[in-house]
T-cell receptor, first 112, second 113 residues
Framework: GEDVEQSLFLSVREGDSSVINCTYT??????LYWYKQEPGAGLQLLTY?????DMKQDQRLTVLLNKKDKHLSLRIADTQTGDSAIYFC????????????FGTGTQLKVEL | EAQVTQNPRYLITVTGKKLTVTCSQN?????MSWYRQDPGLGLRQIYY???????DKGDVPEGYKVSRKEKRNFPLILESPSPNQTSLYFC????????????FGQGTRLTVV
């Protein structure tokens, strides 16, 4: 079955760049997503990338996709304290069936 | 405002006492789904529904039931809750499957003692 893996924790200083990594196993997934979960809140879609793309940039966010290695990353430029949250990588879409398969989530802590 | 509304937000109950967590969306989405979130496991799908009267099992359906009598509502039913169902539950909806953005509710934190 599908499997999505992420490291559990990442700590960065305010103003630095953060890079959150994710690996997945289902090569037939059409879409790969990054969701953000703030404390006590639901999940908010940050960005997504189609499986036929290598990169997508959206303001401070850059998503890189390496299909060969099944590796997805999210780079947050100029990380702020408001970026502190749990970040989930997820795969889904036509090849992935009628669900999103989530990673375990990466807790990002931004220190002053 | 487009939203997915879950109720209650917090619930403590006893083993075996039937409960229902409601989920409602106002976006006319066809697709709705329930997930549970547990530490170190991420989110796992419990059930999903592709449209009214169409439901199917996700990865962890044991101990849960759902119904989809109307497009906007997708309640999650625990007929006989057990402590291993203590978790954070999320309802999600999207236009069609997960090829478009999924909107999530705020979550329901359930404790079964």
């Amino acid at each position: 079955g599908e499997d999505v893996e992420q490291s559990l924790f990442l700590s960065v200083r305010e103003g630095d760049s953060s890079v959150i990594n994710c690996t997945y196993t289902d090569s037939s997934s059409t879409y790969l997503y990054w969701y953000k979960q703030e404390p006590g809140a639901g999940l908010q879609l940050l960005t997504y990338i189609f499986s036929n793309m290598d990169m997508k940039q959206d303001q401070r966010l850059t998503v890189l996709l390496n299909k060969k290695d099944k590796h997805l990353s999210l780079r947050i430029a100029d990380t702020q304290t408001g970026d502190s949250a749990i970040y989930f990588c997820a795969e889904g879409g036509e090849g992935g069936g009628n669900k999103l398969t989530f990673g375990t989530g990466t807790q990002l802590k931004v220190e002053l | 405002e487009a939203q997915v509304t879950q109720n209650p937000r917090y619930l403590i109950t006893v083993t075996g006492k039937k409960l229902t967590v409601t989920c409602s969306q106002n976006m006319n989405h066809e697709y709705m789904s329930w997930y549970r979130q547990d530490p170190g496991l991420g989110l796992r799908q419990i059930y999903y529904s592709m449209n009214v009267e169409v439901t199917d099992k996700g990865d962890v359906p044991e101990g849960y039931k759902v119904s989809r009598k109307e497009k906007r509502n997708f309640p999650l039913i625990l007929e006989s809750p057990s402590p291993n169902q203590t978790s954070l539950y999320f309802c999600a909806s999207s236009f069609t499957g997960f090829t478009t953005e999924a909107f999530f509710g705020q979550g329901t934190r359930l404790t079964v003692v």
